[in-house]
C-alpha cells in the first residue's frame, strides 16, 4: 500500500487499484480525507496499467460523511471541497467502483452517487440526513439521487433522513450489486467485468426518471401540501422538495447551483445552528466522538 496521508492509501492489485480511506472512528470526510482521496482518484486515472479503481474504507463503516465540526470554518471551503471531488470522477477516464459496508451516510452517499458503479455488503445502510440538521444535501445529492432512483423516491429518503438498507437500494437501484461474501474480492471481480465498458455511467447524464417525473405535475406540490400541514414548519424539508424539483426541471450544473445555494442559506439559519449544537452536545453527553453526522 502507499500512504496518500494518515487516513487513505492506494493500494495496487495487478490492473485494479484499491483507494482505502482508514479515519478512525467513522472515516469522515476532513479536508485531509478529501485532499488524499482526490490525489489518489488522480494518481490511479493516470496509471496506464490500471484498468479500474475501487474505493472502498476499513473499520465499521464505509463512511459517515462531511465532519461538520468543519461547518462554518475555513476548513469546510478548504479545497479540494467534496464537490470537487465528485467533479473529478465525473471527467474520469476510467471506470469507478464503490463498494460500501456498514454505514454510508450524508456526503458518503453523494461520493458513491458520483462513482460509476455502487456495490455493498448484506449489512449497508444508506441515509442522507442533512435535514436532520436544519440543511439538506450540499454535494449533488438532491440532483444525483432523483435521476437513479426517480424523484419519488428520492424525495422520500432526503425529506425524512431516514436510512435504507442494502435490500431496498438494489431494489431502488442506489446500488448495482449486494456482495455477500469477501466485499474486497468481490468488487475487484466486479471492475474487472467491467473495466472496459464505455461510454462510463455518469450519473449526472440520466435523465430517464426525471423525465417520467415531467408526467407527474402533481408530484411536488402534493408534497409542499404536506410539508405545510407539518406544524413543526420546518425549512429544511420545504428546501429538499425545491431541490428536488430542480433536478427535475432544470439542466443539472444549474440544478447544483440551486442545491448549493439553498444548502448554504440553510447552513447559516438559526435553526441549523441550534440543531448543530444539539447534535454536538448529544455526543459528548454520551461519551462519543463529536463532530460527525
Given amino acids: 500500500m502507499v500512504p496518500l496521508s494518515d487516513a487513505v492509501w492506494l493500494e495496487k492489485q495487478n490492473d485494479i487499484s484499491f483507494l482505502w480511506i482508514d479515519n478512525p472512528p467513522v472515516n469522515t470526510l476532513n479536508a485531509a480525507v478529501r485532499k488524499a482521496v482526490f490525489h489518489g482518484i488522480s494518481t490511479a486515472m493516470q496509471d496506464d496499467d490500471v484498468r479500474a479503481l475501487i474505493l472502498m474504507a476499513k473499520g465499521k463503516l464505509f463512511c459517515a460523511g462531511a465532519d461538520i465540526r468543519e461547518f462554518g470554518t475555513p476548513l469546510q471551503l478548504d479545497p479540494p471541497i467534496l464537490r470537487d471531488i465528485l467533479d473529478l470522477l465525473d471527467q474520469a477516464s476510467k471506470p469507478v467502483v464503490v463498494a460500501m459496508h456498514g454505514m454510508a451516510v450524508g456526503g458518503a452517499v453523494e461520493l458513491a452517487l458520483s462513482c460509476h458503479y455502487r456495490l455493498a455488503s448484506a449489512d449497508a445502510r444508506f441515509s442522507l440526513p442533512?435535514?436532520?440538521?436544519g440543511i439538506i444535501p450540499g454535494s449533488g445529492g438532491t440532483q444525483r439521487l432523483p435521476?437513479?432512483?426517480?424523484?419519488?423516491?428520492?424525495l422520500s429518503m432526503i425529506v425524512s433522513g431516514?436510512?435504507?438498507?442494502?435490500?431496498?437500494?438494489?431494489?431502488?437501484g442506489l446500488i448495482d450489486d449486494c456482495i455477500t461474501d469477501d466485499l474486497a474480492a468481490g468488487a475487484a471481480c466486479f471492475a474487472r467485468r467491467i473495466a472496459d465498458i464505455r461510454p462510463l455511467p455518469r450519473t449526472r447524464d440520466m435523465t430517464a426518471k426525471i423525465e417520467a417525473a415531467r408526467q407527474m405535475p402533481a408530484l411536488f406540490s402534493d408534497w409542499?401540501?404536506?410539508?405545510?400541514?407539518?406544524?413543526?414548519?420546518?425549512?429544511?424539508?420545504?428546501?429538499?422538495v425545491d431541490a428536488i424539483e430542480a433536478?427535475?426541471?432544470?439542466?443539472f450544473d444549474a440544478g447544483m447551483v440551486m442545491e448549493r445555494t439553498l444548502?448554504?442559506?440553510?447552513?447559516?439559519?438559526?435553526?441549523?445552528?441550534?440543531?448543530?449544537?444539539?447534535?454536538f452536545a448529544g455526543r459528548q453527553t454520551s461519551g462519543n466522538r463529536p463532530g460527525h453526522r
Avoid at 130 to 133: A, D, F, I
Avoid at 147 to 154: D, N
Avoid at 247 to 251: E, F, L, N, R
Fill in 147 to 154: 435521476r437513479l432512483i426517480g424523484p419519488e423516491k428520492a
Fill in 263 to 279: 444548502c448554504m442559506k440553510l447552513i447559516n439559519s438559526p435553526r441549523s445552528v441550534a440543531l448543530r449544537h444539539g447534535f
Fill in 162 to 172: 431516514d436510512p435504507v438498507d442494502a435490500d431496498k437500494a438494489l431494489q431502488d
Fill in 224 to 240: 409542499r401540501r404536506r410539508l405545510e400541514a407539518d406544524p413543526k414548519g420546518e425549512d429544511a424539508p420545504k428546501a429538499c
Fill in 247 to 251: 433536478a427535475v426541471t432544470m439542466p
Fill in 130 to 133: 442533512e435535514v436532520k440538521l
